[in-house]
């Protein structure tokens, strides 16, 4: 075998070799923001929830325009656990009350972030009493 052959084979083991590793790169990629559109989804649907939770009497089941005392009953409104906790295919979320108007709710997800160790995590701040009341934040 000449060498010009043995140059185009290894040549061409190379170029394959770098085309796997793109293509890993871009399935890690995608997956990593799959995984965060799904929590940020998640988190406005949730916020959604506990709007609405807020917004109905306490007569129709709801929280009466107050998150104070009514934390174990918005738990059960939005399909949370009793430790303010709810897992399912995306991530984990867990609900921490600030105030009698402000919730929020912090998702981590099943995927890496970008740097690699940490998994993604979006942040949404629920202000009942705003004009603009859910705040999204994602880390990594």
Known sequence: MGTQQ????????IIVG?????????FNTQAQNANRQALVADANNFASQMIAYYKTPTSHGGGGRTFEASMD??????????DNTYTNDNGTYTLTRTNAS???????????GND?????KVTATV???STDPITMA???
């Open 18 to 26: 770098i085309a796997v590793a793109v293509g890993i790169t871009m």
């Open 116 to 120: 690699g160790t940490n998994n993604t």
């Open 6 to 13: 043995i140059l185009l084979i290894v040549l061409s083991v």
């Open 127 to 129: 202000v009942a009493t």
């Open 138 to 140: 994602i880390d990594n």
């Open 73 to 82: 009953t918005l738990v059960v409104w939005i399909g949370f656990n009793d």
């Open 102 to 112: 402000t919730i929020t709710i912090v998702g981590t997800g099943t995927e890496k």
